[in-house]
């Protein structure tokens, strides 16, 4: 248990330390801040006629300008745009220790290999939860600030609740993106395998499938595509199935990667 708070805090160094925690912050708040230009558009008949795009980027995303619509799209935010930030997170959460060449120095570290890449993992959660409070933070203040319509305390735990279920649906679906990053030794093959499953996903979820594909099903709970009743027992189960191989791929891949 030791080891693995000392990995763990490792971790944490390497992450306060580097700059992409603030890009990554940066990154994910543009999703509060897009809302509150739709509400100021929506609000506006003249900025209206003036910005037929954001008119219609509105209207696909089935969004209004009060509490419901606000939150809604943070989940959306979260559901889509996740899968590229929580996998651009995983990404350099492994691939970092290969590009600064480092990835041989912990290979005889008097520590378990698996240790060291659960307490990545564990720096994965905990950053892309951070990262999911603090557009719910900037919501709130942004929200308050243009005086939303709609407020209320069973609103906003139905929609807290919401979006932290479709955070955790991400980041599970992050340890494949650790395994490529292992296996590809960097960035590059991790970063390509979001871009393709993202891609994959709008595709399949247009044909109707997204729930039989791991990296659509965020995207539909969060009701990106308007309803979420197209989910089932199965879909929950793929993806989590599909987290529970990437991680034990990775731990595997870790443990024989010397070998």
């Known amino acids: 248990m030791n080891k693995l ?8 160094i390497k992450a306060r330390k580097s700059k ?22 929506l609000r506006s008949r003249e900025l209206l006629a003036n910005n037929k795009i954001l008119e219609e980027k509105a209207q696909q ?3 209004s300008p009060d509490w419901p619509g606000f939150f809604g799209l943070l989940a959306q935010a979260v559901g889509v745009g996740g899968i590229i930030v929580f996998g651009f ?22 520590i378990s290999r698996a240790t060291i890449v659960i307490s990545k993992l564990l720096t994965i959660v905990a950053w892309c939860l951070l990262l999911t409070v603090t557009i ?10 243009l005086k939303l319509p709609g ?22 679906l992050c340890s494949p993106v650790s395994f490529f990053a292992s296996i ?21 979820g247009a044909l109707g499938y997204g729930a039989y594909f791991p990296w659509a099903i965020p995207g539909i709970y969060s009701k990106v595509t ?7 027992y199965f879909s929950y189960a793929l993806l989590i199935g599909t987290s529970i191989t990437g991680y034990f791929a990775t731990i595997l891949w870790w443990l024989r990667a010397d070998q």
Do not use: H
């Open 136 to 145: 719910i933070l900037l919501g709130l203040i942004l929200g308050f600030a």
């Open 89 to 110: 997170v995983a990404s350099w959460v492994f691939g970092r220790e290969y590009s600064d060449r480092t990835a041989k120095d912990l290979f005889v570290l008097p």
């Open 151 to 172: 407020w209320s305390f069973n609103i906003f735990a139905e929609s807290l609740k919401n979006i932290f279920i479709t955070s955790i649906m991400v980041i599970l």
């Open 5 to 12: 708070l000392s990995a763990c805090y490792a971790e944490y």
């Open 184 to 204: 590809g030794r960097g960035y590059l093959a991790p970063l390509g395998f979001v871009v393709i499953t993202l891609v994959l996903a709008q595709i399949i």
């Open 20 to 41: 992409v925690f603030p890009v990554t912050i940066i990154a994910f708040s543009l999703a509060p801040i897009m809302g509150s230009l739709f509400v100021i558009v």
């Open 61 to 63: 995303a089935a969004f």
């Open 226 to 232: 308007g309803s979420s009743s197209i989910l089932g």
